[in-house]
Every structure is written in C-alpha cells, then in structure tokens.
C-alpha cells in the first residue's frame, strides 16, 4: 500500500500538465512483433519522421536487456537517433543530463515491467515535464504492457487469475493521465482480464474500460482511437449500468453488474471517444 500511497501524490502532481495535448498515443497490449511485419513498432517509427526516439526502462527489472532488445530492433526500422532513459529512485533523476536525452525528442517508449515501479520512480518529476513537452508539441507517446497500463488516469494492479471477478481481488493506483476518462488494461484475453476491467468500471461509471490484447494497439488521435494488430480490443461502457454490487459486497464476494455496454473491435476498426460508439 505503501507504493500506491507514494504513487497517487507523485502522480497528482503531474495531472494538470497535461490539460492540452497535442500528440498522437500509441498504446500496446504487450507482446507486439519484434521480428515480423512488426506493424505497430513501424508505426511508432513512420511517426518520429528522424526525430529521436526516448526509451524509457523505468518499469523494468532487466532494464539493460529490454533496452538492448529495442535498440536493435528500432535500429532495424532505420531509427538510428535513439536513447536510453532508466533511473532505479526519483532522486536519480538529477544525476541525469535531461536536456541531452531529451533534445530533438520527437518520440517517448515505455517499455514493459511493473506500472508501479513507472508511476512511483518518475511521476511528478521534471522528466514529466520533458515528456509532456514533447507530446504538447504534437511527438508520439508509445507504451507496451505496463507502459500502456500508465496512460490513463487510473490504473489496475492484481487480479491476474481466474478469481479477478471477486470485489477485492485487485486494486487500483493514479496512472499519469496522458488520456483521460479512460482505464486501459494489457495481456487483456491472453490472461483474463475481464474481470478486473469490468470492476474497474463499476466503481467509476463515467470512465471507459478499454482492454487490448497481446500484438495489438490503439493509436489515439483528436477523440478518436483506430486499432493497429492482430487481435482485439474491448470497450467498456458503465454509463448506463442499472446496479453493481460492488460497494457494499465482502472482499471475496462474487461481483456483479448489470447493462454495461461492450464493443469489441478489431483492426482497422476506429472508436469516437466522445461519441462512445465505434465507426463503420
């Protein structure tokens, strides 16, 4: 608790800095193609047009690993300015030459691991006003697994198995808020993860679930996301929900809800965001 805790006044700092955007998100539900088509990492690519690209390992244990995994694969895809960004403690940020990783930045990737880890290490620090201002000025936001987790102003943590559809089997922490009104879920049919999303929205009604499956991703652009991938993508939609159990059951009571909306969309399929409803 102590981290959720550390999180949520890191993270308040940063909520407001990011009231105009300007740029495009591109957020995976992990496991994307490194070695294939590798259509959604060309697409993060197509967008930096040779501006560097900022990866950022701070979700992960292996992060000398993850970063060399990456290098050679943008390096594939003839992003040839690249940088590594990892810091263990928010205090190592001012150990590190932020003017020089981020000049001529026009890209940010977050790579996988653990979203605490991300929220707590650099939400609130100056590195978050290094990335809003490349994203204000219209660069590309990407993540994958944990770094899509954090886009949103909330995200989920636990609930991993099939006992996710209990009340209290997952808790929920601030995100960094690049998209709002949205709780964004990864590995979504892969480890079953309907559950968790699904008691995300009970408690926040007004906010759309938004799941994403391995090898898949949205791309968010003015109000609207278009799925880019192999597999799916599902939208939950709480506002007309008639009842929940979810405030007022035990821990490990079975949840329940009733009529809350779902779309399940597939490439090259495009979702109004303010209109709430997919376009044909």
Same mark, same amino acid.
Request: hydrophobic residues 40%; without cysteine.
């Given at each position: 608790?102590?981290s959720v805790?550390?999180?949520t006044?890191?993270a308040?700092r940063?909520?407001?800095?990011?009231?105009?955007? #300007?740029?495009?998100?591109?957020?995976?539900?992990?496991?994307? /193609?490194?070695s294939?088509?590798?259509?959604?990492?060309?697409?993060?690519?197509?967008?930096?047009?040779?501006g560097?690209?900022?990866?950022?390992?701070?979700?992960?244990?292996?992060?000398?690993?993850? &970063? @060399?995994?990456?290098?050679?694969?943008?390096?594939?895809?003839?992003?040839?300015? *690249?940088? #590594?960004? #990892?810091v263990?403690?928010?205090?190592?940020?001012?150990?590190? !030459?932020?003017?020089?990783?981020?000049h001529?930045?026009?890209?940010?990737?977050?790579?996988?691991?653990?979203?605490?880890?991300?929220?707590?290490? *650099? +939400?609130?620090?100056?590195?978050? /006003? $290094?990335?809003?201002?490349?994203?204000?000025?219209g660069?590309?936001?990407?993540?994958t697994?944990?770094?899509?987790?954090?886009?949103?102003?909330?995200?989920?943590?636990?609930?991993e198995?099939?006992? =996710?559809?209990?009340?209290? !089997? &997952?808790?929920?922490?601030? +995100? %960094?808020?690049?998209?709002?009104?949205?709780?964004? /879920?990864?590995?979504?049919?892969?480890?079953g993860?309907?559950g968790? *999303?699904?008691?995300?929205?009970a408690l @926040?009604?007004?906010?759309? +679930?938004?799941?994403?499956?391995?090898?898949?991703?949205?791309?968010?652009?003015? @109000?609207?996301?278009?799925? *880019?991938?192999?597999?799916?993508?599902?939208?939950?939609?709480?506002?007309?929900?008639? $009842?929940?159990?979810? =405030?007022?059951?035990?821990a490990?009571?079975?949840?329940?809800?009733? /009529?809350?909306?779902?779309?399940? %969309?597939?490439e090259?399929?495009?979702?109004?965001l303010?209109?709430?409803?997919?376009?044909?």
């Amino acid at each position: 608790m102590e981290s959720v805790k550390k999180t949520t006044k890191k993270a308040a700092r940063t909520h407001a800095k990011v009231a105009h955007p #300007h740029g495009t998100l591109i957020i995976i539900g992990g496991k994307e /193609d490194k070695s294939g088509e590798m259509k959604i990492l060309k697409e993060i690519a197509r967008r930096l047009e040779n501006g560097k690209l900022v990866i950022i390992t701070a979700a992960s244990e292996i992060p000398s690993e993850v &970063w @060399n995994d990456y290098e050679k694969v943008f390096k594939k895809l003839k992003v040839h300015n *690249l940088e #590594h960004l #990892h810091v263990n403690q928010p205090d190592d940020v001012e150990k590190v !030459n932020l003017e020089k990783v981020f000049h001529n930045a026009k890209g940010i990737f977050f790579t996988g691991g653990d979203q605490l880890k991300l929220t707590s290490k *650099l +939400g609130g620090t100056v590195v978050m /006003d $290094y990335i809003i201002e490349v994203f204000r000025a219209g660069g590309v936001l990407a993540g994958t697994s944990a770094g899509a987790a954090v886009m949103g102003e909330t995200m989920l943590v636990g609930g991993e198995n099939g006992e =996710s559809h209990k009340v209290g !089997n &997952w808790m929920m922490a601030p +995100g %960094l808020r690049f998209v709002e009104n949205m709780i964004i /879920d990864q590995h979504f049919a892969q480890r079953g993860r309907i559950g968790r *999303l699904l008691g995300a929205v009970a408690l @926040n009604p007004g906010i759309l +679930g938004i799941g994403i499956d391995e090898g898949t991703a949205i791309v968010i652009e003015e @109000n609207k996301f278009k799925i *880019l991938g192999d597999n799916a993508v599902y939208v939950l939609d709480g506002r007309e929900v008639t $009842y929940t159990n979810i =405030s007022e059951a035990s821990a490990d009571q079975t949840m329940s809800i009733h /009529d809350v909306k779902l779309h399940v %969309l597939s490439e090259p399929e495009v979702f109004d965001l303010k209109a709430r409803t997919a376009l044909t």
